[in-house]
């Protein structure tokens, strides 16, 4: 009697043993090999199951990052950390990426590449707004004093001429013929080029040859082409609505950033 109740409580511990210890056994062994069991695992989940603790789940071995691969950024968006990233700006690594799409504009590759094509050009010619506007408002009146040329901010009280302003029709039609012709040209000469193998708005134009030849001088030298022509589009837009809303010149309005400080 005595033989048999000891028995007993050894069976069923072997059985609950048994039991508890087989599930693990069978995902080690249904397991495929690229995913990395070593032995010495095996016998750690054993042992861990024959002590009756629950065994740790073991993952497969991370796999590196394919070039071909989306890129994964943060799941928030950096720029509007409230809002989710938008899905569409993982097609692609892009400078000046932070997460900024709350109108889910880009939905794929294609359509990123086209807006952050537009985004160049249209900070590029904001750069060069930004500083021919109030260089105009300075120093037309004198340049056409001395080269007897008509006063182009002379009709506007000394603003630029635009389509708010006004004054647009002092400008010639060959100067507006020459943008036409030229922009053409430079629409013509970068869709060669550029046919979705360089960097969105790389045109090879570097006369100066102010570009890194290392990939990360070049990151941040395109980093801070970005970042300008986005401040420059907003300084434009400001210029405009400041001129039609104050009707005064952009550089009487802040005098500290266009005249001297002492004169």
């Known amino acids: 009697?005595?033989?048999?109740?000891?028995?007993?409580?050894?069976?069923?511990?072997?059985?609950?043993?048994?039991?508890?210890?087989?599930?693990?056994?069978?995902?080690?062994?249904?397991?495929?090999?690229?995913?990395?069991?070593?032995?010495?695992?095996?016998?750690?989940?054993?042992?861990?199951?024959?002590?009756?603790?629950?065994?740790?789940v073991l993952r497969p071995r991370s796999a590196e990052p394919s070039a071909?691969?989306?890129?994964?950024?943060?799941?928030?968006?950096?720029?509007?950390?409230?809002l989710k990233r938008p899905d569409g700006l993982n097609t692609r690594k892009l400078a000046g990426d932070y997460g900024?799409?709350?109108?889910?504009?880009?939905?794929?590759?294609?359509?990123l590449t086209q807006y952050r094509l537009a985004e160049i050009k249209h900070g590029r010619l904001a750069m060069l707004a930004a500083a021919a506007w109030p260089l105009q408002e300075l120093e037309n009146?004198?340049?056409?004093?001395?080269?007897?040329l008509p006063n182009l901010v002379e009709e506007t009280g000394g603003r630029s001429p635009s389509v708010l302003n006004g004054g647009l029709e002092q400008v010639s039609a060959a100067y507006w013929t020459a943008v036409v012709l030229l922009t053409v040209v430079i629409e013509t000469i970068g869709n060669e080029r550029w046919g979705g193998k360089?960097?969105?708005?790389?045109?090879?134009f570097d006369p100066l040859n102010l570009m890194p030849k290392d990939p990360e001088g070049a990151a941040q030298?395109?980093?801070?082409e970005i970042k300008h022509g986005r401040v420059a589009m907003m300084a434009i837009l400001a210029f405009v609505l400041q001129e039609f809303i104050g009707h005064s010149p952009i550089v009487e309005q802040t005098p500290f950033f266009f005249k001297p400080l002492f004169s």
């Open 1 to 56: 009697r005595t033989t048999t109740t000891m028995t007993t409580p050894l069976l069923s511990l072997t059985l609950t043993l048994l039991a508890s210890s087989l599930p693990p056994l069978l995902l080690a062994t249904a397991a495929p090999p690229r995913v990395g069991f070593a032995p010495r695992a095996l016998k750690a989940m054993t042992r861990t199951a024959a002590s009756g603790r629950s065994a740790p």
């Open 68 to 82: 071909e691969e989306p890129v994964r950024q943060a799941e928030m968006s950096r720029a509007v950390p409230f």
């Open 100 to 111: 900024f799409d709350p109108l889910g504009l880009a939905k794929d590759r294609e359509s």
């Open 141 to 148: 009146p004198m340049l056409a004093e001395k080269l007897n």
């Open 198 to 204: 360089v960097a969105p708005g790389d045109y090879g």
């Open 221 to 224: 030298m395109m980093e801070k």
